[in-house]
T-cell receptor
Framework: AQRVTQPEKLLSVFKGAPVELKCNYS??????LFWYVQYSRQRLQLLLR??SRESIKGFTADLNKGETSFHLKKPFAQEEDSAMYYC???????????????FGTGTQLKVEL | DTEVTQTPKHLVMGMTNKKSLKCEQH?????MYWYKQKAKKPPELMFV???????INESVPSRFSPECPNSSLLNLHLHALQPEDSALYLC?????????????FGSGTRLTVV
């Protein structure tokens, strides 16, 4: 079974403060991990993929297989970062293509002025 | 075109009605998905289509019936729904095979069953 845990429902920080959104996963094989973001009244969109080791909008996330974690970090929060953030795991690759993406329960990030 | 388009955006239907949700993508993706999202909850997988064949049905009640007429289109036929089926229904697509590009989501159809 594949499972994703996001322990914080709500994270409130001040503008300019560092942000860390926690994500832990459970999967027996080699996981593919993602962060998705949903801004108010907008569609769910891909933010980061662990495989690409990129920084998007100042956010980074490192896969720690020892701790089975994929925390999302940003050194200085901006007001426009306020959104719902979902950590997601793709573990089961389907015959013929496609995959099964499992989402965590999400963390609402609120950046205050 | 890098989007997944869903219609209608909003739908209100009675428990005896039959309606359909539509999803379209022209990115050449060969895997398409239906997810259900309740308020303040994560999306939950319903169905996966890969190369126009149903790969996964996550024990979804038969009142939801998916259909994939071709590689660009995905439908969800609704019949005899219950009020608890009211939710945001999301369609997504991904490139098949070993792609790690993640999903592209549509903006969803907000369904209300009365």
């Amino acid at each position: 079974a594949q499972r994703v845990t996001q322990p914080e429902k709500l994270l409130s920080v001040f503008k300019g403060a560092p942000v860390e959104l926690k994500c832990n996963y459970s999967y027996s094989g080699s996981p593919e991990l993602f962060w998705y973001v949903q801004y108010s009244r907008q569609r769910l969109q891909l933010l980061l993929r662990h495989i690409s080791r990129e920084s998007i909008k100042g956010f980074t996330a490192d896969l720690n297989k020892g701790e089975t974690s994929f925390h999302l970090k940003k050194p200085f929060a901006q007001e426009e970062d306020s959104a719902m953030y979902y950590c997601a795991l793709s573990g089961r690759r389907l015959t013929g293509g496609g995959n099964k993406l499992t989402f965590g329960t999400g963390t609402q990030l609120k950046v205050e002025l | 075109d890098t989007e997944v388009t869903q219609t209608p955006k909003h739908l209100v239907m009675g428990m005896t009605n039959k309606k359909s949700l539509k999803c379209e993508q022209h990115m050449g993706h060969r895997a398409m998905y239906w997810y259900k999202q309740k308020a303040k909850k994560p999306p939950e997988l319903m169905f996966v289509y890969s190369y126009e064949k149903l790969s996964i049905n996550e024990s979804v009640p038969s009142r939801f019936s998916p259909e994939c007429p071709n590689s660009s289109l995905l439908n969800l036929h609704l019949h005899a729904l219950q009020p608890e089926d009211s939710a945001l229904y999301l369609c997504a697509s991904s490139a098949s095979g070993t792609s790690l590009d993640g999903y592209t989501f549509g903006s969803g159809t907000r369904l209300t069953v009365v």
